[in-house]
């Protein structure tokens, strides 16, 4: 019997999504598919509001009982491998990072004071959730502890918002990540790879020798 996972990407109001992300869906539904695991893509297109097109997009996952939820960004590009390297990993809550779309060179990450290393994986902060495995434990927790709403006659709940914390403004990614610390998850970065983030240019980098440049770590992980 096979396993599924729900890929789950919220499109813009354009209702398009990046030419190098539908080739990387194509590829990753048939390495997986030869691993007998079944990937289900949908997505919640033409929404202004990309915390609540994620909050749809995670009824959705919690509605259908699949075990596995995968966030992939509409203007990501990874490798079919990648993909499934992330669902390989006996942690409930795992990403890949990638390179912001400016010149100067940055990632969607957080460390955190401290960069503990198990398994290959760096225990992190917070993370941009354009590339992140939950489980659906993990998911299920963070939809029930959060706060309610309506919109459009449906019901959905608030696991990502937008929010200005101590004086600065809080993406939903942040949101989301310190909402499964509070549940009692720990967020985990693969760093042995670095998604790619499309715009007017294809941002591409290298994050494990950015980290280890700002961390001093001497080792790759596997």
């Not at 990753?28 to 997505?43: E, F, M, S």
């Not at 809550?93 to 100067?104: C, E, I, L, M, R």
């Not at 670095?194 to 290298?206: E, F, I, L």
Request: net charge negative; aromatic share 10%; hydrophobic share 40%.
């Amino acid at each position: 019997m096979k396993s599924t996972v729900v890929l789950l990407t919220p499109a813009d109001l354009t209702h398009k999504v990046d030419v190098y992300y539908h080739h990387a869906v194509i590829d990753t539904v048939k390495l997986c598919a030869r691993h007998g695991i079944n990937v289900v893509p949908l997505t919640w297109p033409g929404e202004a509001l990309v915390q609540h097109a994620r909050n749809a997009l995670a009824k959705m996952a919690i509605q259908s009982n699949i075990e596995q939820v995968f966030w992939v960004d509409a203007d990501q590009e990874w490798r079919a491998e990648e993909f499934l390297r992330l669902l390989q990993h006996p942690v409930d809550v795992v990403g890949a990072t990638y390179p912001k779309k400016q010149d100067t060179e940055e990632y969607t990450f957080r460390a955190g004071p401290e960069c503990e290393v198990k398994d290959g994986l760096l225990a992190i902060q917070s993370m941009g959730t354009g590339f992140l495995r939950v489980s659906r434990q993990a998911l299920l927790a963070v939809w029930n502890a959060a706060q309610p709403y309506e919109k459009g006659g449906q019901h959905f709940r608030m696991c990502f918002d937008v929010q200005v914390i101590e004086g600065h403004l809080v993406g939903e990614d942040t949101y989301f990540c310190a909402a499964l610390a509070d549940a009692g998850y720990q967020v985990w970065l693969d760093p042995s790879f670095t998604v790619g983030h499309n715009g007017y240019k294809r941002y591409k980098g290298d994050a494990w020798t950015y980290i280890a440049k700002q961390r001093q770590l001497a080792e790759v992980p596997g």
